[in-house]
């Protein structure tokens, strides 16, 4: 496999920043030296991204989708990834707002660095994604780390929404009608105990209230991480 190949994180074409590959590069070189800054000292993080790099060596995300039909591409399934730094910051943002929580449901949970990571500081982690080859090459490296990551495969849309206390969601490339159904599947099975923690997407609407935001890095350059909890009350349930 070429260096360029090795090289390239992942992102769909349309989601490739400023400059192509060397922007790509130029951002994903900086991620990763600031995140060894902030989390090198840990060995978990070494070895999620050594075993995650070994077990997506030949991976070719654009291949992936264009295998798929066009009923089974369902139009949400752009790729990127949350570093482990910022989903500890928005980590601790949940705490403050949801002291007990304890375990956390990743609505397309890609490769799996951000549940790998949340696994890793001690939460348990419902793994939920569509495609299954991520499925296929990420199970193992939960399972050789130890780390308590459960992957379900399927549409998020389609399944029952876990009852998990953080329900995290990368909303980033939802078209406005997907985000208009998973908020009412949001507010239909979900408890006003669960933190819905969701990436460039505000819940603006009286079923829901925004707690707490934070701008953090991401592979595709930065994303508004809301956290928000249902309203449970009486005029919002009519
Ligand atoms: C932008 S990636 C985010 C990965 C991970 N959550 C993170 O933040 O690092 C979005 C992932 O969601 C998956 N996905 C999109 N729509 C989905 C759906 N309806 N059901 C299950 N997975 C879906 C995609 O295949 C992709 O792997």
Redesign the pocket.
């Known amino acids: 496999m070429s260096l360029m190949r090795r090289l390239k994180s992942g992102l769909r074409k349309e989601q490739k920043p400023w400059l192509g590959l060397l922007g790509e590069v130029a951002w994903g070189t900086s991620l990763a030296l600031y995140e060894a800054i902030l989390l090198g000292d840990k060995a978990w993080w070494w070895q999620i991204h050594y075993h995650l790099w070994r077990a997506y060596g030949d991976w070719d995300p654009d291949a992936v989708l264009a295998s798929l039909s066009a009923e089974e591409d369902?139009g949400?399934?752009?790729?990127?990834?949350?570093?482990a730094s910022s989903?500890k910051r928005a980590l601790s943002m949940c705490r403050e707002h949801f002291p007990n929580a304890f375990s956390l449901c990743?609505?397309?949970?890609?490769?799996?660095?951000?549940?790998m990571t949340c696994a890793a500081l001690g939460w348990d982690v419902l793994?939920?994604?569509?495609?299954a080859e991520?499925l296929k090459r990420s199970e193992p490296v939960c399972q050789k780390m130890g780390l308590t990551v459960d992957w379900v495969?399927?549409?998020?849309?389609?399944?029952p929404l876990p009852p998990a206390d953080i329900i995290?969601?990368?909303g980033?490339?939802?078209p406005t009608e997907?985000r208009q159904k998973l908020a009412d599947k949001f507010f239909t099975e979900g408890t006003a105990e669960q933190g819905f923690l969701l990436?460039d997407w505000i819940l603006d609407e009286e079923r829901f209230e925004a707690l707490a935001g934070v701008r953090l890095p991401?592979?595709?350059g930065s994303s508004y991480f809301t956290l928000h909890r249902l309203r449970r009350d009486e005029a919002t349930a009519s």
């Open positions: 369902l949400t399934l752009a790729y990127g990834e949350t570093p989903i990743d609505l397309g949970a890609g490769r799996g660095v951000l549940s793994a939920v994604e569509y495609l991520f495969q399927g549409d998020f849309l389609k399944l995290h969601t990368a980033t490339a939802y997907f990436q991401v592979t595709w």
